[in-house]
């Protein structure tokens, strides 16, 4: 292990986990794919279990013989930082989750065509800017049967550090792209691959989401909007189903992550 004190001498070395900004570590070796922060063991883990390459680690001393422990062995020779917990949160500005952060690197993203060969329930989101309501649509689409993920572009960026860490590494087991802006008619390339199109909108004009009709569609894509507005009204004309999820007590709506697991709950398995 190249084990590494954090100190005043190395500090530059250490900009990746405390000053580059999320933004700028994606550019880091422009023209070259760039750089993302990955937090947990649990979530590390499951990035190294999707092949992304590790850079470089840091971690509290007492965590490289504990919990994190499998991850600095499967890590190789790369830089491990450390320090004790005080020293660690000082230099980062936050406690650390369980532990350790690991810098890794971007891979290119495959094409829309890739992830949804042989998809049969796919998710499709339109400009979710909020890092945790990301990483919590990732952790139900994995676990409501959801076989892609495809975002706009005006989207957050599912390796940015929250949303992996919200997703508990969700985003390295489900496949993901992005497709194109909210504005460029993306519904139409999701209709040339064969998908229906279920929209998730407050609208009247709505079926139930236990319609029988839609939950028999042997390819069903399931598109929701960004926090607040919603789906564009453009979005919602261009798809085959508006579908509304029947709310009580006087509520009007849900919260969009909250939304994603009813919805892949009821829609994520091909009925019928």
Known sequence: ?????????NRNETDIFTLVSERDLYHYYEPDHGIFIAESPKVIERALDAGYE????????KDITGEAKEIVSRCGNIPLYTGDDEEITALT??????GAICALRRRKLPAVEEICRGARRIAVLEDVVNPANMGSIFRSAAALDMDAVLLTKGCTDPLYRRSSRVSMGTVFQVPWTFIGAAESGYTKQIHDLGFSTAAMALRDDSVDIDDEALNSEEKLAVIMGTE???????????????VKIPMSHGVDSLNVAAASAVAFWQLGRKKG
Do not use: H, Q
Not at 1 to 9: A, D, G, H
Not at 54 to 61: N, V
Not at 231 to 241: F, K, N, P, Q, W
């Open 1 to 9: 292990m190249n084990i590494i004190e954090i100190s005043s001498e």
């Open 54 to 61: 590790p850079l470089s680690l840091m971690m509290s001393r």
């Open 93 to 98: 500005g936050f406690k650390l989750i369980r």
């Open 228 to 242: 607040g507005e919603g789906l564009r009204d453009s979005t919602i004309e261009a798809c085959g189903y508006t």
